[in-house]
């Protein structure tokens, strides 16, 4: 069934890097799992991926708020001036022009599930590194 905001995907497709032409040395692997517009705006829903010694260079987002939940392995997690090391069950909210990074200094890869929601027709990340 098909709601108001839009067709769930259950992605079965590879691991991608959306980001090697923006930032050629990002190395967070996506698969897409939700595109859906709503009165104006949008919501992605991306399932991530960053393998153990690999980063999701510093960036940020004009305007998007974006939330991710950590479902597997662990991550040292940026926002604004702040690192923590963010394990599986957690939230992490991240709030328009905060610069954030996630470096998986750890020997398994970590996963997780990304929402961004703003007014952009796809994901624009403004890179700082």
Not at 40 to 62: M, N, P
Not at 119 to 128: A, G, L, Q, Y
């Amino acid at each position: 069934m098909v709601s108001k905001i839009g067709k769930i995907i259950k992605s079965k497709s590879a691991w991608s890097y959306p980001y090697r032409k923006e930032h050629p040395t990002d190395r967070l692997k996506v698969r897409p799992m939700l595109n859906a517009k709503i009165k104006g705006s949008r919501i992605v829903g991306l399932e991530a991926r960053i393998e153990a010694g690999h980063v999701h260079q510093l960036h940020t987002h004009k305007n998007e708020y974006v939330l991710v939940y950590s479902l597997k392995g662990r991550c040292l997690v940026t926002v604004g001036k702040k690192s923590r090391v963010v394990f599986p069950n957690t939230m992490i909210f991240i709030p328009p022009n905060v610069p954030h990074r996630f470096h998986n200094k750890f020997p398994s890869v970590w996963e997780g599930v990304a929402f961004a929601i703003g007014t952009r027709s796809k994901i624009k990340n403004i890179w700082m590194e």
